[in-house]
């Protein structure tokens, strides 16, 4: 016997209920089937769901639906593959033939097998071959009579097959694209069916099996719910296949056992389920608000009214959204009745008379929406959910997030949340009737402006605030470029707001881009009609945040979702735009200013260079880039001075300057200026070429005025002999200029020609100075040492000479005569020095010395004389020295001479007396002509000194007298005492 | 030889009759009995190196022009003669540097040199000039007529018998006095006839 639910998920053999849900399918398939047969065409329909999502059971229900159809049913097997012998078997072939293929799922196993290595490539290939040779056999049967056999047979016939999406995307339209692309192969149509198990639906499943096996009362509605609440927090979305699992076990508990309460000590449900033996158990398990509660349990419930309002009346339903909000809880979806399925405690759906009702727990009972009031009930509080469940809850932090968005969206200030929407952070600025915030990374410059409004003139209001950011491009005076806008207004539809905004988005972009200003503004415009979309959007792409990848609201978010990603494919459209408007040059060594006259010269010339392609058009020859074009078009525009500034402040605000690659708003400027496009007018001001009048002749004046002034380079040196002043000329050719100009190019290659003379002088000039500074610098490192001359007559005459050296500009010879100077000054030095050292050997005074040199100084030539006087004035001191020293020798001999003599006499003759020469001279040769001695002899024996040895031999030839008449005197001497014997003096 | 320095510093004082006389105050050339007279006697024009006769002299500088004289020596930069042999004295304007006169030995050597190779004017130039002159006849022509001449003037002792180109050698060497003139007169004859 079978039961309505089975332990595998699936139906078994006989089947006794009909599937809930199915009908917008079974509506569908049949419809397109109907078209298809009236155009007398064989189709192929594919329907698409995952393990355990009832496609087996829509096959069934088709079988059981279609009438007047002759209905097979077979499986997809490998080496089975006979669909082709099932139409050959077909009885009846008036009747259409209806060939449903399940259990595809086999291939897709095949599939995986052969990943893993245990089937081989030609299998596999044989097999998928097989499985398209018949399908396509079948649709296109005149191209393959042979297979098919008869003609006849294959007429009219239907071919729907199930898949899962694995098998069908990644296997079946790769492998087979020209059965299964939708777009070129010979699929006649997909059928996705939606995944989701919403609970009415599932409450209407349960009731329907469990009617079909005339078991009606088994399950109340609060057991549906738990199995569904045990489901959700199983998995967010409950595929059918754990749905009908988790009921079978419940069908069998509520048979043979406790039913709920050992349901939850299933495995999987017991990890769910911690709070198992709380009495309260079965008041929370369901997961709904409950009418009554155990007495003395007030505690742990709240009390609530539930609400019941009809899924189809679309104006209750946003006021049952309005009153959720004021609540703090999250709006409850409105477009698909899919979507409505049920939240813990919140709300749940039943079907009632075939509509969908929605039962919503609210504190109290808003007045608007009285007439939908069910009953009252009782809701657990927040401990004891967590005494009983295992995961957080954390529904206090979704009503925050919905509180504050409401209040903000009262308030209509909602700029901030809009910045988080579309992430966008920077610097705010107020606007008139709204907000503004410009984001200024290294990227696009993007602003964002929320504008409210209520009224007509607050309308009037935004759209000049957006006019005028369109035309200006700037926000508040910072360039932007591109702009997100939202127009909102609780009063105005969203029709009416774009019906005025929208046009201006038609208008060039800053006035000056190519392109129209919605390339570069997205304008989202939510009227009174969507502003409740835009809340709904926040409050998802809040709680997205609050959640993260968990989001169990996820499936609300889509809206957010959609404006996420049309901000992004604006900001990428952009970004694509905005490229055009980027200038690079290669880097290179010559520097900046020769790469902008390169540019503009190959633009003359007609001939391109290895700069960024953007420096040519299409057709690969140089052009102005479009910055330029745009920029001189709306500088034409302007009759005035235009100073260096502001030009810069307008490149900037124009252009997106920061993604330019080595070029700046400077580069730009001189660019134009290169190519004539802009004047120079004045110092820093220019005007543009078309208002330039005289300006560019007097421009190329002061141009060629410049190259004139490096004609002469003139240097001023400092020396100890005063300023020398270096002047020379450089040879520049400039030629005959034109400076009456009419077009930009005229003056351009005007311009360029002159800067190239310009740079050629400017070289010139430079070596012409470094040479003259060489000369300087030598020079007055020279005039140091002459400087030394100062005390001389000299110096003058030099200064003089050098000067008319210099006034000559005969550089050279004033340095040769520097350098034989300084020569002539060291020689000088070296004499003073020498002086110095002599000077009491010379016995001359300074006066002499400066006589001499004066003389020898006042020679044109004195550096001979000079070094001759340098030997001699050595040699002649070092011979005087040598004389002084002999000098001094003789005075020391003799007044030892005088010594020795007073020393004898004293001894010897007894008279004392004082060291005089002149008197002991005539002392001695008196007393020596007393005794009858020669003086001579005496004297020099005298000299000899007391006690001394007499050497007569010496006596003798110092004497001129005969050896013996030396002895005769001495041996007197001796007699008389005045010597001893042996003669000692 | 020159042998003694007299520096004349003050015109009152000294013998003016050293071989060398150095006249700082500007004394009056014949008055001065040496055998050269450095005469400072500067006009401030220039200052140059004397060179006399082929040899430049650096013990002493000049500073003026002679006026009077057979000039000897001229200025090595500006050509100025600034030497003379007048009255058997050579006269330099000029003065020697400081430093020669504390130890002049290398004054007096350079001025040796000098006197040597000037002093020897006078007779012994003439002498020999005239000798020159008198052989170079013989040989071209066999027979010297300025031998007939100087024989007549000797005879007579007549100056003015002298053939002016015999009387030039005579001024050249600065031979002026008669009786040197006949001197010279007689040795060559004597000379020419052994």
Redesign the interface.
């Known amino acids: 016997m079978g039961t309505p639910f089975s332990p595998s998920g699936v139906v078994s053999t006989v089947r006794k209920y009909r599937p809930v849900g199915m009908e917008r399918y079974i509506d569908e398939i049949t419809t397109a089937i109907r078209t298809a047969l009236r155009g007398g065409e064989n189709v192929l329909i594919v329907i698409i769901a995952p393990y355990g999502w009832g496609k087996s059971e829509l096959l069934d229900e088709l079988a059981n639906t279609l009438e007047g159809f002759e209905v097979v049913r077979t499986v997809l097997v490998p080496g089975k593959i006979s669909l082709i012998e099932k139409i050959q078997s077909r009885k009846d072939v008036l009747k259409p033939f209806l060939l449903l293929v399940d259990e595809a799922d086999e291939i897709t196993r095949i599939v995986e097998l052969q990943k893993l290595g245990a089937l081989n490539n030609d299998e596999l290939r044989e097999m998928l071959l097989g499985v398209g040779r018949e399908i396509r056999a079948i649709l296109e049967p005149r191209s393959h009579l042979d297979l098919l056999g008869s003609a006849d047979k294959a007429r009219n016939v239907v071919l729907v097959m199930a898949v899962t999406p694995q098998l069908y995307y990644t296997v079946l339209k790769n492998m087979l694209p020209d059965i299964f692309d939708i777009a070129r192969g010979r699929v006649y149509r997909e059928i996705k069916l939606d995944e989701r198990v919403p609970l009415w639906l599932f409450h209407e499943m349960v009731k329907s099996r469990a009617r079909a096996y005339g078991e009606e009362k088994l399950f109340t509605f609060s057991d549906i719910s738990t199995v569904y609440h045990i489901a959700v927090r199983m998995e967010r979305n409950p595929s059918p296949r754990l749905l009908v699992k988790l009921m079978y076990k419940l069908y069998q508990y509520k048979k043979y056992g406790n039913g709920i309460l050992d349901l939850v000590k299933e495995p999987d449900v017991s990890d769910l389920v911690k709070g198992r033996d709380n009495p309260l158990l079965p008041h929370v398990i369901a997961g709904i608000p409950v009418p009554t509660i155990p007495d003395g349990y007030n505690d742990h419930f709240q009390r609530v009214a539930v609400v019941k309002v009809p899924f189809d009346d679309r104006e209750a339903l946003r006021a049952l959204n309005e009153a959720r909000l004021r609540y703090g809880l999250p709006p409850l979806p409105t477009r698909d009745v899919y979507d409505v399925s049920f939240a813990p405690f919140d709300y749940y759906t039943l079907v009632h008379d075939g509509s969908v009702y929605l039962y919503v727990a609210l504190p109290e009972v808003p007045s608007e929406l009285k007439q939908f009031f069910d009953h009252v009930a009782y809701i657990p509080n927040k401990t004891l959910l967590k005494s009983v469940f295992a995961d957080d809850d954390k529904r206090d932090l979704v009503e925050h997030v919905v509180r504050h968005v409401t209040a903000r969206f009262e308030s209509a200030d909602v700029h901030e949340l809009v910045e988080d929407l579309v992430d966008i952070s920077g610097a705010r600025v107020p606007l008139p009737q709204g907000k503004a915030t410009v984001q200024n990374r290294q990227d696009i410059r993007l602003g964002l402006v929320t504008l409210h409004v209520i009224n007509e003139h607050d309308l009037r209001s935004a759209v000049s605030t957006i006019s005028s950011i369109v035309d200006g491009g700037t926000i508040a005076d910072m360039p932007v470029d591109s702009v997100i806008i939202f127009l909102l207004s609780s009063t105005v539809l969203s029709s009416v707001l774009e019906e005025k905004a929208a046009p201006l988005l038609q208008k060039r972009w800053k006035a000056v881009y190519k392109d129209p200003a919605h390339v570069f503004v997205k304008l989202f415009c939510y009227g009174a009609d969507k502003m409740e979309r835009l809340r709904d959007s926040i409050i998802f792409n809040e709680l997205r945040r609050v959640y993260g990848d968990e989001n169990p609201y996820s499936e609300h978010s889509q809206t957010a979702k959609d404006v996420i990603s049309d901000v992004a494919t604006h900001i990428e459209a952009v970004r694509r735009t905005l490229y055009k408007y980027t200038l690079a040059i290669k880097r290179s060594k010559e520097g900046k200013a020769t790469l902008l006259r390169r540019i503009a010269s190959a633009w003359l010339q007609g001939s391109c260079t290895d700069q960024p392609h953007l420096w040519c058009d299409e057709g690969g020859r140089p052009s102005l880039s479009l910055v330029e074009e745009s920029f001189y078009e709306y500088l034409a525009a302007i009759d005035a001075h235009i100073t260096h500034k502001t030009l810069e402040r307008e490149i900037a605000r124009l252009y997106p300057v920061h993604l330019w690659r080595d070029f700046k708003e400077d580069d730009l400027i001189n660019l134009m200026v290169l190519r004539g496009l802009l004047v120079p007018c004045g110092p820093k001001t220019y005007k543009s070429f078309p208002h330039s009048g005289d300006c560019a002749k007097r421009f190329l004046e002061s141009v060629i005025a410049e190259v004139r002034s490096l004609e002469s380079i003139s240097i001023e040196v400092n020396t100890p002999l005063g300023v020398i002043r270096l002047s020379e000329r450089v040879p520049l050719e400039i030629g005959d200029v034109p400076v009456a100009i009419s077009s930009p190019k005229e003056l351009s290659s005007t311009l360029i020609s002159l800067m190239e003379k310009r740079d050629i002088a400017i070289k010139l000039h430079e070596e012409k100075k470094r040479e003259l500074t060489a000369i300087g610098k030598n020079m007055a490192e020279l005039a140091v040492k002459v400087k030394g001359l100062e005390k001389f007559r000299r110096l003058a005459r030099i200064r003089e000479a050098i000067q008319s050296h210099l006034d000559r500009r005969e550089y050279g010879n004033a340095l040769s005569l520097l350098k034989r100077e300084a020569d002539i000054a060291d020689r000088v030095n070296e004499t003073i020095r020498l002086f110095h050292n002599y000077k009491y050997d010379l016995d001359m005074d300074e006066g002499e010395l400066h006589e001499d040199l004066e003389a020898i100084l006042s020679l044109t030539e004195p550096l001979n004389l000079i070094d001759v006087y340098i030997r001699d004035l050595k040699l002649i001191a070092e011979e005087l020295r040598t004389d002084r020293i002999s000098h001094f020798e003789s005075l020391r001999k003799e007044a030892e001479e005088v010594e020795a003599m007073v020393r004898w006499v004293r001894r010897r003759l007894g008279i004392d007396v004082k060291p005089d020469k002149k008197a002991l001279l005539k002392l001695i040769s008196e007393k020596a002509r007393k005794m009858g001695i020669d003086a001579h002899l005496m004297i020099a024996i005298a000299k000899l000194g007391y006690n001394t040895g007499i050497d007569i031999d010496r006596l003798v030839t110092e004497l001129g007298m005969p050896r013996s008449a030396v002895m005769a005197q001495l041996e007197r001497l001796a007699e008389m005492g005045v010597v001893e014997k042996k003669y000692v003096a | 030889m020159l042998h003694s320095i007299e520096i004349i510093r003050d015109p009152s004082k000294g013998a003016y009759s050293a071989d060398v006389v150095i006249d700082l105050v500007g004394i009056e050339t014949s008055l001065i009995n040496a055998k050269i007279v450095i005469a400072y006697r500067c006009t401030g024009d220039?200052?140059?190196?004397p060179v006399i006769r082929n040899r430049e002299l650096?013990?002493v500088?000049s500073?003026g022009a002679v006026s009077s004289g057979s000039v000897i020596g001229y200025g090595k930069?500006t050509g100025a003669p600034v030497a003379a042999l007048l009255e058997n004295k050579i006269v330099i304007i000029g003065?020697p540097?400081?430093?020669?006169l504390?130890?002049p030995?290398?004054l007096l050597e350079e001025l040796r040199d000098v006197a040597a190779a000037n002093l020897l004017l006078g007779s012994e130039c003439a002498k020999k000039k005239i000798m020159e002159l008198i052989i170079g006849e013989r040989k071209a022509k066999r027979l010297s007529r300025s031998v007939q001449f100087l024989e007549l003037a000797l005879r007579s002792r007549d100056t003015s018998a002298i053939p002016s180109f015999i009387a030039e050698i005579f001024y050249e060497c600065n031979v002026t006095k008669e009786d040197d003139v006949f001197s010279v007169i007689d040795q060559v004859l004597s000379d020419l006839y052994p």
């Not at chain 2, 540097?97 to 020669?100: A, D, G, L, S, W």
């Open positions: 220039f200052v140059d190196v650096h013990t500088f500073c930069y003065r540097f400081h430093i020669y504390k130890r030995t290398r």
